[in-house]
Every structure is written in C-alpha cells, then in structure tokens.
C-alpha cells in the first residue's frame, strides 16, 4: 500500500527554520514524484516544492525559492523540505503527496496518495 506520512511541523519566531519530513512506503522513490503542499485557514491549497528523485527535477513556487530546500533521501525513503528564513505568511499545513512519474508538478490534482498533514506555525 502506498504511503506517505509527514513529520516535522511546530511552532517557530520568524526567520527560524523547520525541517520537515515525508517518510514513503509501499513504492520506490526513484518510481515518484514528492510534492510539498500548504493549505492555510480560508485559502485554497498550494503547491510549495516537489521533487523527482531519479530525474532530480525540483521545482518551487516563487515565494519560496531561495529559502525553502526540498531533498530525497532513497536508502531512507525520506523527502525532506527544509525551511529557512520562516515568515508569518508561511504558516499553514503542509501535506506531502505521491504520484507517479519523473516529472514533478505543483499542481495538486496531479497527485494520488496524500498525507494526514503537519502543522507549521510562524510568529511573528
């Protein structure tokens, strides 16, 4: 069965960092996308970065390149997005998603197999 869990959410001061994780399983990560979405209160969900580990393809939205980095760790199963520089505007939760392909997207109907979801807050 495939899966995917996220981990690593909190509460952090702006310009802090949190790493979080999405750990797979039931697929081979070389044979899928990881995308990293957000969804905060009353807005519609949002493609933050996503990666294709056998092709390395990594893509990021505009407000986020420069200070968030997204990772795969195959020996782990493990796709990390590491978030630096936090701002109030990042707070939201954040699902990690799984498709098939080599390509990535951040456009989240292209994805079948969703996390519960972590929460990340930044204070200002």
């Known amino acids: 069965e495939v899966q995917v869990v996220e981990s690593g959410g909190g509460l952090v001061q702006a310009g802090g960092s949190l790493r979080l994780s999405c750990a797979a399983s039931?697929?081979?990560?070389?044979?899928?996308?990881i995308g990293w979405f957000r969804q905060a209160p009353g807005k519609e969900r949002e493609g933050v970065s996503c990666?294709?580990?056998?092709?390395?393809?990594?893509r990021h939205v505009d407000s986020v390149r420069g200070r968030f980095t997204i990772s795969s760790d195959n020996v782990e199963k493990t796709v990390f997005l590491q978030m630096n520089s936090l701002k109030p505007e990042d707070t939201a939760v954040y699902y990690c998603?799984?498709?098939?392909?080599?390509?990535?997207?951040?456009?989240?109907?292209?994805?079948?197999?969703w996390g519960q979801g972590t929460q990340v807050t930044v204070s200002s």
């Open positions: 990666i294709g580990s056998r092709t390395g393809d990594i």
């Open positions: 039931g697929f081979t990560l070389d044979d899928y996308v």
């Open positions: 998603a799984a498709r098939q392909g080599a390509t990535c997207s951040l456009g989240s109907y292209e994805y079948d197999y």
